[in-house]
């Protein structure tokens, strides 16, 4: 079975700081990992992806997080923080064609940014 | 861009009564699913959907839900007779399938939020 940890459901970080938002996961087979963010009354938006290949993906608004096979870890993090990155991050991992590549989700971390 | 719709965006309904809610996947996608993100919690899988059918689905789908592909378009979730517990976001998603990078990556709508009261 697969299960997705995200180490705390607040984040606080001030504007222009690293920001840094822990994700494990369990999973029995290969990983795909994913971030997702959204925003207030918003939907969910795919923010970066793992699948194979390079273990540092880059995604959109300056983020990227490095796939970390020893340490069954997937964190984000951003150099600078912006006012516009307030928002919450899901971290979600899926499996293989055999389980529909469903997505099995983390609980959430609520990044704040202070001025 | 093409892109996942849902309608409605907001549904009220009195509980026991049937909620349908109304996904339109994006055209040349083969997998859909249903996601529910009950109000301060995660996001949870409740089923997911393949050539007419049902591929999989969640403990949380039991006999009072249902998915259609009505018309080779839209895609379906219905609750025949809501309870208060089912006040949720729903999410519909939708997956080329095809081959390639983007094979496993899920493209969400922006969700209907059901209250049942």
């Known amino acids: 079975a697969q299960s997705v940890t995200q180490l705390g459901s607040h984040v606080s970080v001030s504007e222009g700081a690293l920001v840094l938002l822990r994700c494990n996961y369990s999973?029995?087979?290969?990983?795909?990992l994913f971030w997702y963010v959204q925003y207030p009354n918003q939907g969910l938006q795919l923010l970066l992806k793992y699948t194979t290949g390079a273990t540092l993906v880059k995604g959109i608004n300056g983020f990227e997080a490095e796939f970390k096979k020893s340490e069954t870890s997937f964190h984000l993090t951003k150099p600078s923080a912006h006012m516009s990155d307030a928002a919450e991050y899901f971290c979600a991992v899926s499996g293989n064609m055999d389980s529909n590549y469903q997505l099995i989700w983390g609980a959430g971390t609520k990044l704040i940014i202070k001025p | 861009e093409p892109e996942v719709t849902q309608t409605p965006s907001h549904q009220v309904t009195q509980m026991g009564q049937e909620v349908i809610l109304r996904c339109v996947p994006i055209s040349n996608h083969l997998y859909f699913y249903w996601y529910r993100q009950i109000l301060g919690q995660k996001v949870e899988f409740l089923v997911s959907?393949?050539?007419?059918?049902?591929?999989?689905k969640s403990e949380i789908f039991d006999d009072q839900f249902s998915v259609e592909r009505p018309d080779g378009s839209n895609f379906t979730l219905k609750i025949r007779s809501t309870k208060l517990e089912d006040s949720a976001m729903y999410f519909c998603?939708?997956?080329?399938?095809?081959?390639?990078?983007?094979?496993?990556?899920?493209?969400f709508g922006p969700g209907t939020r059901l209250t049942v009261l």
């Open positions: 959907f393949y050539n007419n059918e049902i591929s999989e």
């Open positions: 999973s029995s087979v290969p990983p795909y």
């Open positions: 998603a939708s997956r080329a399938g095809t081959s390639g990078g983007a094979r496993n990556e899920q493209f």
